[in-house]
């Protein structure tokens, strides 16, 4: 777990994918948080479901750090999801229309059957 002053960052390798459990304030001067986690993961190709169930508040510079990973896993052969948006960070999303780029889905999905975590 990376804690940073105002976000938190729980990675989980489930083997298929990689679940990042975000929490708190994605904004300037946290992004380079997440960044620093994500982009190395989406850049080797891997998945990324990031848990936004903890995020409380998410600026443009979140929003862009979406996008940039979201097309580094489409360039890389990864994938990215982002799940559990609350209300208000939704509605961001919703409003610069990154709905219509992003694929959000409403929970964490399972593993595959028979998948190994690493």
Partial sequence: MVDGLMLTIDVRDRGPDVVIGVGGELDFGTTPEL?????????????LVLDF???????SSGLSALVRLHKK???SGGALSVARLRPHVKATVTVTMLH?????????PEVAAGSEPR
Avoid at 100 to 108: A, G, M, N
Wanted: aromatic share 4%; proline share 3%; net charge negative.
């Fill in 73 to 75: 896993a489409a360039t």
């Fill in 100 to 108: 219509r780029v992003l694929t959000i889905v409403d929970e964490v």
């Fill in 53 to 59: 169930a903890d995020v409380t508040f998410c600026d």
């Fill in 35 to 47: 960044l620093a986690v994500a982009e190395p993961l989406v850049t080797a190709g891997r998945s």
